[in-house]
């Protein structure tokens, strides 16, 4: 390979170890071509459990949606001052960035590193991105860095099915498919098909070029819009900041003075999925020649125009 040898820092955080899979996968090609993938992990000081309790997972409900940071270890960067590209890795909770997400773009030294550089997201989830994607802009406007590329990989089975297998997932760390159930999260051939976009990112690398990169994602599908989840999802998102303004109030992290909120929080959340989303789903249905403008507009904003 003629040249300095491109070097790509890669930083990730996972419980399950998806959304490694997922970056590694996309990757892949760049690799192969003898490119310097540096990978750096992003480790709370105090980290989060898995598989979960049921009342950890909601501890972690108020400071997850409203961005709320932890403390983390720090990241060696002596290594990667001289990377040609950032991959960020990593998953939603809650409608927006997990809260070690939260705490890497709110990190002063990250973000001093982030500055002027060339950044491409890569996320996997249940099938909920569209606010953390929202979040993720910005965070890198606020930074100044180049956001080049988005890629969100998601469970592609039905909302609600996948409520179940998740939960099944992260409290008991069972993912197989059963008799009646899928296996939960993204799909090993899903998985596979990444590589594709890594392709596309080695010759815009390559090129020095990234103008059109997000285009050519989207047309080998990097991310799916369903405009039916993002309706639950703008909805949930506002509704959810309420609860967790009010939750935060009752105590910090971890808290017990909190538990009872939380617990409502709980139940409130599994009636609206089960009981109330059928209803809305309807009356989605009924006004969608009204929203199908805007629909588009949100589409074109959160799956093409990254800054």
């Not at 390979?1 to 070097?7: E, L, T, V």
């Not at 980290?47 to 979960?52: K, R």
């Not at 606020?142 to 179940?164: H, R, T």
Request: glycine share 6%; hydrophobic share 40%.
């Amino acid at each position: 390979m003629k040249g300095k040898q491109k070097k790509i820092v890669l930083f990730y955080y996972t419980q399950t170890g998806q959304a490694l899979r997922i970056a590694e996968k996309v990757c892949e090609p760049l690799v192969q071509t003898g490119y310097e993938v540096v990978r750096k992990e992003i480790v709370p000081e105090e980290p989060y459990p898995f598989p979960w309790s049921a009342m950890g997972f909601f501890q972690a409900f108020p400071e997850s949606r409203l961005g709320i940071p932890c403390r983390l270890k720090p990241i060696d960067l002596s290594d990667v001052e001289d990377a040609d590209l950032v991959f960020i890795a990593g998953q939603s909770w809650y409608l927006s960035w997990s809260i070690p997400l939260h705490s890497f773009f709110q990190s002063e030294d990250l973000r001093k590193y982030l500055k002027g550089r060339d950044v491409i997201v890569v996320m996997g989830c249940r099938n909920m991105w569209v606010m953390t994607q929202e979040k993720t802009r910005e965070y890198l406007r606020e930074i100044g860095a180049n956001y080049v590329g988005f890629i969100s990989l998601q469970d592609k089975a039905p909302n609600l099915v996948s409520v179940i297998t998740i939960v099944r997932w992260l409290f008991y760390n069972k993912r197989e498919a059963t008799r009646f159930l899928p296996a939960a999260g993204v799909s090993p051939s899903e998985v596979d098909h990444a590589a594709v976009y890594g392709h596309i990112i080695k010759d815009a690398l390559e090129q020095n070029d990234y103008s059109g990169i997000q285009e050519k994602l989207m047309d080998n599908n990097a991310v799916t819009f369903l405009s039916t989840v993002y309706f639950i999802e703008k909805n949930g998102y506002r509704l959810w900041g309420h609860w967790a303004r009010f939750i935060i109030r009752k105590g910090t992290y971890n808290d017990p003075k909190r538990e009872p909120y939380l617990r409502v929080f709980c139940a409130y959340l599994f009636f609206v999925l089960y009981a109330v989303s059928p209803i809305g789903m309807i009356f989605f249905f009924l006004t969608y020649p009204l929203r199908r403008a805007s629909l588009r507009r949100a589409k074109q904003e959160m799956c093409y125009e990254l800054n």
